[in-house]
């Protein structure tokens, strides 16, 4: 019984019929699956419209595993629940009531029109549209280097004045 056991096994793996099983990461994802690593857990975004700019900077930040709470006046609660994130109602204690509940924020981001001003623990950088992008561009780099910045700290990072 063993013998034909083996001779079938065998045979299968000459023919390459021996059934495939999918391999992990050791952390449980498929292969090519990348983990960056991303310290901040709480993210507070404060913004004049819930537009393309809000939601392309809340959704790269809250894809990185970050908690991540949305302030604005217009159509803002129902960004925030379409990305699973909070939603605080704006004012001027907007930021201290979403402390109250979370704790300290590590990032804080201000977006007033074109302009994105981001706020980290080891420095501030202003993030500017240029008149030849588009703002779906503009939105969709201004995000990439949201969580680009918020990475790590490590040799040759840049805070100040971006213009994209």
Known sequence: MADNYLEKKMEEHRNGTQRRTQRLTPAG???GFATLPYNVKTAFINAD???????SIARAIRET???VAI???DNGAALAQNLSCAY???GENA???????????ELIIFITGNTVTMTLGRGTSTITKSDENDIESFARRS???????SLPDSNGRVFGEFII
């Open 29 to 31: 994802h498929r292969p």
């Open 49 to 55: 419209s819930a537009g393309i700019l809000t939601k």
């Open 65 to 67: 595993g970050c908690r």
């Open 71 to 73: 302030s604005c006046p």
């Open 88 to 90: 605080v109602s704006p």
């Open 95 to 105: 930021l201290s009531s979403i402390s109250d509940r979370w704790g300290e924020i």
């Open 143 to 149: 995000a990439e280097l949201c969580v680009y910045l």
